[in-house]
C-alpha cells in the first residue's frame, strides 16, 4: 500500500486543481478578507480579525484537498481503464479506498499549513504553542469526512460531471457552512442550517481552540455523523461498482 | 535473452512448438456469457497449454473482448468454468500469474512512466528487474516522461510493460495494436514475440488475420460467440481449405482425375492440371504411387483469408 500511497501522492500534488483551488486561492482568500476586515477592533474574548478568517479559509482549503483528490480522480479512473487494471494486480480493493481516503487526508494538511504561515507571516497573527497545535489538529481532523465524502462522488458521479458536482456541492457547503460568509453575519435561519453541517463544525473546532477555550461535544457528534453518512453512501456505491458479475 | 528483435515479418511458430509442454495454462469449459436478451458468449470449450501462443481471431462483435475478460475474472461467466492454470482466475490474479493488458486503458494523469512502473513492480512478489523490462518494452528514455505527455505507441508500450511487469505465467492481450501505425505495430510485436519466446504462455484478440497468422502458433477463430476453428495455420488450411494439387502432363488425353483419393474436381488447361482436393497429402501420395507420367508437381494450400470468410460467413449465415 506504500506504493499506492507515493503514486497517488506524486499524482495529487501535480494536479494543477488541487494547487489551484486548495493552495493558490485560499492564500488569496485570506489575504483579500483579512486585509479587509482582519485589523478592526475586536471585543474582548473574540478573536481578532485576522485569526477568525485564518481558520475557516484553513479549513476551506483543506476540504476542497480532500475532495479533488478523490471525486473527480476515482470518476475518471473508473471510466478509463485504470481501475480494471489494478483489478487485475495483487492488491486488495479495500486496500485502494483506504489508501485514497489517507492520500486525501494527507493533501490537506498542507493546504492548511499553508493559510496558517501566511497568517503569521503576512498579518502576524500570534497564538501559543498549545492553542496552534490543537487548533490546527483538530481543524485538520474536522475536514477528513469529507475525504469519504470525495470518495462516495467518485463513484456516484461519471467522468464528465464529476468536477462540476464535486465543485458545486463544496461551493454549496463552504458557503452555508459558514466559511466564506461568517457565521456572524448569517441570519438566524441560516445559521441553524450552517450548525447543522461538518464544514461549521471543522471551523468552529478552530475558533473555540484558537481563543482557548474548549470545543464542543456538538461538533463531534456532526462531523461523525456526517462521516458515516458518507462512508454509508460511499461503501453502497464503490461496491456496486467493484461486484464481478 | 531480452534482447530485441527487430526482423520484420518474423514468425515464431517453430519455437513455440518446441516450447510448449502438457501442463494446462488456460481452461474454459462451456462457458456462455448473456446480457439480458443478448448472447454474447454462447458455449466455449477452450483449453491451452503452457508455452502455446494463441490467437483469438474474429470479427468486431463475436465476442473476444467477453471471453477475455471472463478468462481474467472481470466478469462472470453465466455458465460454465474458467480456470487459469488450475485456479479461479481471481486466485491467479492474487498469485501474479496473469498480466494482461486490455483495450481500454488510459495511464493515470500525472505520473511519470517510472513512477508508475515502480508501483507495479512493489505489488508482484517476482517482477521483471527495472533496466529489462525497460528494454523488453522499449522505454528507453521515456522514465521521466508523465504519461500523459506520451504518444499513443509510447502508450501503448507502457501499458505493454505494465501487463509483463509482474513476470506473469499467461499474458492475455486484448487487440494490442488497434490504435497503432505500421512501425508502432512491427516494435510491438517484436516486443511480444520476446516476451512470448522465454516460454510464457500468450493469448491475444485480434481481428487482424495476417497477425494471428504471423505471431500465434495456435489460431482459434470464433464467430457469434462460438468457437468455429482450432488449430495451427497448416492445420485449419488443410480442415476447412480446399488446397490444390497441379502437375503437367506429358502429353494431352488424360483423364478420370476424380477417382484419385480427396479429389473434388480437376481442371485441365492445355498440360496443366488442376486438382481441388480436400486431403492434399493422400492425392499426392496416390499420384506417387501410379506409373502414369507427370512432372512440375506443385501443392498450394489454400488462403488463409479465403477460408477464414467464408467459415465466419457461415457461422453468420447459420445463425440468423
Redesign the interface.
Known sequence: M???L??EL???L??PFYLLLAVVAPIGFYLLFSGLFGSGPHAPGTLPGAVQIMIPIAVYGGIWACLVATGPHIAS?RS???F??L?????APWKIVVGRALVAIVLALPAMLLIDGTAVLVRGVQLTAGEWVSTILLTWVGVWPFALLGIALGYVTNESTSLGVTYGLFTAVTTIGGLTVPPSIMPNAMLTLAKTLPTYHAADLGWRLASGQAPELISAVVLVAWALAFLLVAALFARRAVR?? | MYAMISTPGLSIEKEKHMSVSTETAVRLQGVTKSYAAVRAVQGIDLEIRRGETVALLGPNGAGKTTTISMLLGLLLPTSGTVEVFGRTPAEAVRQSRIGAMLQEGKLLPGVKVGEVLDFVRGLHPTPVPRDKLIELANLGGLENRRVDRLSGGQTQRVRFALAIVGNPDLLVLDEPTSALDVEARRQFWASMHAYAEEGHTVLFATHYLEEAQDFASRLVIIAQGRIIADGTVPEIQTRYGQPQVSFTLEQEGAGGFERLPGVERSEVEGLRVTLHTRDADATVRALVNTSFPWKEIAVKSNDLEEIFISLVHQEQGASQ
Open positions: 506504500k506504493g499506492y507515493r503514486l506524486l499524482r495529487a501535480r494536479d479512473e478509463s481503464g485504470w480494471q487494471y483489478s487485475l494486480l495483487p492488491i464481478v458479475r
